[in-house]
């Protein structure tokens, strides 16, 4: 009897026979779920590139506007973001030009401008934000652009929806006079905040 256990045993070791029914059945799920991972993981990075080329190409076009910056100009500077990132959820911006005194050591908002919802930032905002903010000289101004995007993996693995934010920021490419905020659209600089 316990030489038949043990033939039977050696037959088993060397027997390299299987059925793949079961192999598939073990293997798929496994694979069926790195390939769905793989994808949504790419999405989500192409989804973030997206982002981020939209948020330098807003901005650098903020920083060649010599005009006026209007409400309705801020508002086809959201529908270009929404058209550039082609994303089925709602999207927000931020523009807020900021100036740094060098005699106080602090960053003042200008004006501060948004769309979609973001909120508009103030001084002591900004200069909560202190330790984001690159180094200026003295009456330096910047343009900070904001943007928010929201992503929703498409297929369920365990990754939750989540929000992309990027923070650019640039310098007025002509003169720091360039970007002024002017709600009534009349082309009169008295009106304008600069």
């Known amino acids: 009897m316990l030489g038949k ?3 039977y045993l050696r037959r088993f070791r060397r027997d390299d026979e299987g059925s793949i029914a079961v192999e598939a059945i073990l293997v798929f799920p496994l694979l069926f779920w790195s390939v769905l991972a793989t994808f949504v993981y ?6 973030q590139s997206n982002n ?8 650098d076009a903020l920083s060649r506007e010599t005009g006026y910056i209007t409400p309705e100009y801020l508002t086809s500077l959201y529908r270009l973001h929404e058209g550039l990132t082609t994303s089925n959820h709602n999207t927000k911006i931020r523009v807020t030009i900021i100036r740094y005194d060098a005699d106080q050591d602090k960053y003042n908002v200008v004006w501060s401008q948004q769309r979609g919802g973001a909120g508009r930032l103030n001084t002591p905002m900004v200069e909560a934000m202190r330790d984001q903010l690159p180094v200026m000289p003295d009456n330096e101004i910047l343009i900070l652009y904001q943007n928010w995007i929201v992503y929703e993996p498409i ?11 990027n923070m650019v920021f640039t310098r007025p490419r002509f003169t720091p006079e360039q970007l002024c905020w002017n ?3 009349d082309g009169n600089y008295t009106t304008a905040t600069c």
């Open 183 to 185: 709600s009534e659209n």
């Open 52 to 59: 981020v080329k939209a948020a330098y190409t807003i901005s």
């Open 42 to 47: 790419f999405d989500a990075f192409r989804s």
């Open 155 to 165: 297929f369920s693995i365990g990754l939750e929806a989540f929000t992309f934010e």
């Open 5 to 7: 256990v043990r033939s």
